[in-house]
Nanobody, 119 residues
């Protein structure tokens, strides 16, 4: 059974930091590119950051460059999103995504974790 379980969300003040984790199971994790997406209230889901299957390539949305860092630990089947200097506009539900290296039609989504940036 495939599972992606996000954790680490919560309420944080502007300028603060959070670290999101996504624990994967039920599929061969090193063969999947991993990404974080977010859906702000009333808006569409958007890509935040992506990391290649072995971790050598990372891409970020312009809005988070220099503030967020994506990483992965293939020995623990976990992907992370370190978020710093958080802004109110970062408020969203954050989702973890896994995309199969050999067929991008095969992908999985987590249930999401809420991040709220507010004073």
């Amino acid at each position: 059974q495939v599972q992606l379980v996000e954790s680490g969300g919560g309420l944080v003040q502007p300028g603060g930091s959070l670290r999101l984790s996504c624990a994967a199971s039920g599929f061969d994790f090193p063969w999947y590119a991993m990404s974080w997406h977010r859906q702000p209230p009333g808006k569409e889901r958007e890509l935040v950051a992506r990391i290649s299957s072995r971790g050598g390539n990372r891409d970020y949305a312009d809005a988070v460059k220099g503030r967020f860092t994506i990483s992965r630990d293939n020995t623990k089947s976990t992907v992370f999103l370190q978020m710093s200097d958080l802004k109110p506009e970062d408020t969203a539900v954050y989702f973890c995504n896994a995309e199969y290296l050999l067929d991008n039609n095969i992908e999985y989504w987590g249930q999401g974790t809420q991040v709220t940036v507010s004073s």
